[in-house]
């Protein structure tokens, strides 16, 4: 202060300065308050601003992306004459070794009902897997027919938009002066000149 007891521009601005201090060492108290709160007692309500957390699951994980691409090569391996030929000769082994093998290394004699249970077996995984296959491949369809028909959609408007533009084009074409035009325009104006030329001449011979 001065003499006379007034505050100076500088003190003024000293006390504005300490107050706005005091004010946000206050404003982070209450924060400090809140989060201690918040830790204190941990909230049970949902909030939409927060990923939900995962639960623990019992069942196994799988990536269903890595399980679909195996189905597809399982089921386009059973869909080739490689398989059928591999096949085609494990069975034949099959019977012959337990048909005239000893018959003490013999795994599956006649009826031969362990070859019939590994075939049952195989029949059963591969006809859900091919499913699986196309289904997948379904999915595959609709999308590039979807897509196919968002281009169509987009072609088809494009070729209306060019043809209005040309038909504008043809109409603005119409009015506006070509060279023929011009030039037919100009061969007019000459004749009517030649004969406003030609037929005074001839009236005054005729006032002769």
Do not use: C
């Not at 060019?162 to 037919?184: H, P, Y």
Request: proline share 5%; no cysteine; glycine share 2%.
């Amino acid at each position: 202060m001065n003499a006379e007891g007034r505050e100076t521009p500088r003190e003024r601005l000293e006390r504005q300065r300490e107050r706005l201090r005091e004010r946000e060492r206050q404003r982070e108290r209450e924060r400090q308050k809140e989060r201690s709160a918040a830790a204190a007692q941990p909230e049970r309500r949902v909030r939409l601003d927060q990923p939900q957390l995962k639960r623990r699951s019992w069942l196994p994980e799988y990536d269903p992306e890595a399980f679909g691409r195996t189905s597809e090569r399982i089921a386009r391996f059973l869909g080739t004459g490689r398989f059928i030929v591999w096949m085609t000769v494990v069975i034949v082994v099959w019977v012959v070794w337990n048909t005239t093998a000893p018959p003490h290394v013999r795994f599956d004699p006649y009826p031969f009902i362990f070859l019939t249970l590994v075939l049952s077996l195989q029949a059963s995984y591969a006809a859900p897997l091919i499913l699986l296959a196309q289904n997948r491949q379904d999915d595959r369809d609709r999308v590039n027919l979807e897509q196919d028909r968002e281009q169509n959609e987009r072609s088809i408007a494009d070729t209306e938009y060019l043809t209005r533009e040309v038909a504008a084009l043809r109409m603005g074409l119409g009015e506006v002066a070509t060279r023929d035009w011009i030039r037919s325009e100009f061969q007019e104006l000459i004749k009517e000149l030649e004969q406003r030329r030609v037929f005074p001449a001839e009236s005054e011979e005729r006032d002769r």
